[in-house]
Nanobody, 120 residues
Framework: QVQLAESGGGLVQPGESLRLSCAAS????????MGWYRQAPGKQRELVAD???????NYADSVKGRFTISRDNAKSTVVLQMNSLKPEDTAVYYC??????????????WGQGTQVTVSS
């Protein structure tokens, strides 16, 4: 019932920037929280940043001051602006949306993932 379309990943050098976008599509749902997680090889998926409808945000300590998350509720879109990228940011980044269906049930949906590689 819901699909998340991600874009913006790629290969950049340290200190450069990328912008990740994620748009939710479908019907019969509302979105509580949207955000981004990442997973590096051999590691668990971790929160990068998320944002609720009211605008409150959460960031991993490792990205505070460098990444900014924003949201367009009308377009069901979340954007992660990533500045001053470091090699440690290299991972597959996954869009996440916490969804409520028409019956009031909650579900977590994931995008397919987009690769971010930071390397010199």
């Amino acid at each position: 019932q819901v699909q998340l379309a991600e874009s913006g990943g790629g290969l950049v050098q340290p200190g450069e920037s990328l912008r990740l976008s994620c748009a939710a599509s479908g019907s019969g749902f509302s979105i509580n929280t949207m955000g981004w997680y990442r997973q590096a090889p051999g590691k668990q998926r971790e929160l990068v940043a998320d944002i609720i409808s009211g605008g409150s945000t959460n960031y991993a300590d490792s990205v505070k001051g460098r990444f900014t998350i924003s949201r367009d509720n009308a377009k069901s879109t979340v954007v992660l602006q990533m500045n001053s990228l470091k090699p440690e940011d290299t991972a597959v980044y996954y869009c996440k949306a916490d969804i409520r269906d028409l019956n009031g049930r909650t579900f977590r949906y994931w995008g397919q993932g987009t690769q971010v590689t930071v390397s010199s």
